[in-house]
């Protein structure tokens, strides 16, 4: 088997999607892999089948990023490493010619929607990405739509990108509801609280909603991200954020939960709707590429118009009981991920 080396910080300071998504790479490579992941601390739970190697974080040009440029390639050019996978945008760098070089991008909204991340972010994509991905060999995307977007932004890289869909869930069955318990008529969302969630334009609709309909609820799972403050949504009647939330209590909030609702302006993936689609729960999606992708004509997808928003929910909420189900939807995107994985590891090995 070939040396592989994955560098694995976001695995240990990512809590949202993308260490979700970085997490089943690592799992899926593993088994075709002699791979060891590189960490800056242990993990609280390691439960992979495959070596770990503490690289501490030191003096200050060994934290972080800086890391990337020091520590990291002077551990995986000694240790005979035949590829390297930096799976959180930036690198692999530093490393001898004959090291196949693998970079992981999971969107590009520094670069499109430069508003909706902080100025530092939008700062080094600017300034690196570039060049990053001049010096990788392969680029692993996470759908179909951020290699569209990626092609876009840089032509060149066209031929190298890989894509690999997130682990697709199988489905399971919805729990039930009960109408005259008040904690299970609520509308579910996913994600850390920044712009491009756009949780400001579905609370509006809300509001609107509560009106006529006062006992329904919002319940919000994910960290404090950036540039939203929790306490618009801590302030608010009906509406719940409940924070980070293990992936138990993720997976009891939608077993319960009567719909799912991402009103995102964009999504590299969009990771939670397939979980919410495993757990058959309608759902209410704005019409960006990647729930088309996800969603494969399955769902009726919504522009981000207030009224149209507030006519579908009330449609829903007067007409509930009808079952919803995406085993084919599943079953398809299942498929599509198993031919992507074998492409994946034939060009590696190569």
Excluded: C
């Excluded at 759908?143 to 199988?170: A, D, G, H, M």
């Excluded at 019409?287 to 522009?303: F, P, Q, Y």
């Amino acid at each position: 088997m070939k040396k592989l080396a994955f560098y694995g910080d976001s695995l240990v300071y990512q809590y949202a999607g993308i260490r979700n998504y970085n997490w089943d790479l690592l799992v899926s490579l593993s088994k075709a892999f002699d791979t060891t992941v590189l960490l800056p601390s242990q993990l609280e739970q390691n439960l992979i089948d495959a070596e770990t190697k503490i690289l501490p974080e030191t003096s200050f040009l060994h934290k972080g990023r800086f890391r990337a440029f020091g520590t990291i390639p002077k551990f995986v050019n000694n240790e005979s490493f035949e590829i390297a996978i930096e799976p959180a945008h930036f690198g692999p760098f530093r490393l001898k010619p004959s090291i196949t070089r693998v970079t992981v991008i999971h969107d590009l909204t520094p670069i499109n929607f430069p508003s909706f991340h902080p100025l530092t972010s939008v700062f080094a994509h600017k300034l690196l990405l570039k060049s990053v991905l001049a010096g990788s060999d392969y680029i692993i995307v996470n759908s179909q739509t951020t290699k569209n977007e990626l092609i876009e932004y840089e032509s060149s890289s066209q031929e190298k990108i890989i894509v690999f869909y997130p682990n697709i869930p199988i489905s399971r069955e919805r729990g039930s509801f009960n109408e005259a318990n008040n904690q299970d008529l609520y509308f579910v969302s996913i994600g850390t609280l920044e712009p491009r969630k756009n949780y400001a334009f579905f609370l509006s609709v809300f509001r609107e909603l509560r009106k006529k309909r006062p006992n329904v609820k919002w319940i919000i799972l994910g960290k404090a991200g950036w540039k939203i403050k929790p306490e618009l949504f801590i302030n608010e009647e009906g509406v719940e954020w409940k924070g980070f939330v293990t992936n138990a209590e993720k997976e009891e909030y939608l077993n319960r939960a009567m719909a799912y609702v991402s009103t995102s302006h964009y999504e590299g993936f969009g990771l939670p709707t397939l979980e919410a689609m495993a757990h058959g729960l309608p759902m209410f999606l704005s019409d960006i590429n990647a729930h088309r992708e996800v969603t494969l004509g399955s769902v009726d997808l919504l522009k981000l118009d207030k009224a149209t928003w507030l006519d579908a929910l009330s449609r829903f909420l007067k007409n509930r009981g009808k079952e919803t189900h995406y085993h084919t939807t599943l079953a398809e995107l299942q498929e599509e991920r198993k031919s992507q994985y074998q492409e994946l590891v034939k060009k590696l090995k190569n």
